[in-house]
């Protein structure tokens, strides 16, 4: 334990107090360098010289404004030559325009006066703290990343199936299928029979009506013959070509179903 009571320690080195700092202690000459200002230029240093002290930035006192610039310029020049080279090349405008202040005013070619030296200077501030105040108020805005988040929401949408299309060669195998079991059913009776594709046409949607699908081959009745089953082919083509009708399959190689294109009343 230490024998200093009374006295407040200055640090703690792994926990334990130290009352008096260490005589082999190195500290960099730039390790306690404190900056009370941070300027982004020269037209920064400048327009804010011309604020703090209340100047009229259209009637420049050059001499105090030079004088309190230089000042700070020698300050970060002795630290950091680098950042100082920008400031300096404003430092020799300053004084080139002091200057030209203290000589006459010449007279133009068609006699008016010469342009203020500080013209110049003023347009360049004036526009660097227009400037200035737009970037303010865009920082003022909010800003993603910073005063908000993108909220994202992933909504699970249940697709309506896309059924493949049926395309003629399914419709003709699968009426050659219709065909061959047809044969199987022969019958030896000769009669002749007069038969109305719109007959049964009408057959066709009277059979779908109230039926969500039908298939295909549930259409076509082989007890009767082959003569009614074309007539009955027949009839779904042209309900299939006046659009009255859809023909579809859940898949490839699927069974075909046959429903009504529109709801009936």
């Known amino acids: 334990m230490p024998q200093v ?15 008096t700092l260490p ?26 010289l011309i604020r703090k002290q209340n100047f009229n930035i259209l009637d420049i006192p050059m001499a105090g404004l030079t004088r309190q610039y230089l000042t700070y310029v020698d300050e970060i020049r002795t630290s950091n030559l680098e950042l100082a080279a920008e400031y300096l090349l404003m430092a020799a405008m300053l004084i080139e325009i002091k200057s030209r202040m203290l000589l006459p005013p010449k007279k133009t070619a068609e006699g008016e006066e010469a342009e203020d030296p500080r013209a110049e200077l003023v347009r360049r501030l ?29 909504i699970e949408q249940s697709l309506q199936p896309r059924f493949p299309e049926v395309h003629l060669v399914d419709l003709r195998e699968a009426w050659a299928d219709i065909l061959k079991r047809a044969r199987l059913v022969q019958h030896h009776k000769i009669s002749r029979e007069e038969l109305s594709v719109r007959e049964h046409m009408s057959i066709v949607l009277r059979t779908l009506q109230g039926r969500k699908f039908v298939e295909f081959e549930n259409l076509f009745d082989p007890a009767r013959g082959t003569a ?16 009255l009708i859809e023909i579809t399959q859940a898949e490839a190689f699927a069974p075909i179903y ?8």
């Open 5 to 19: 009571v009374d006295h407040v320690a200055v640090a703690r080195l792994y926990g334990e107090p130290l009352f």
């Open 258 to 265: 046959v429903r009504l294109a529109y709801s009936p009343a």
């Open 23 to 48: 005589q082999d202690l190195y500290i960099p000459p730039d390790a306690l360098e404190v900056f009370l200002e941070a300027f982004e230029g020269p037209l920064d240093l400048l327009l804010y």
């Open 228 to 243: 009614v089953m074309v007539v009955t082919f027949i009839a779904v083509l042209e309900l299939a070509k006046e659009t």
């Open 126 to 154: 004036l526009e660097y703290e227009q400037m200035k105040l737009a970037a303010a108020r865009l920082n003022a805005l909010p800003q993603f990343g910073r005063d908000f988040l993108k909220a994202q929401v992933y």
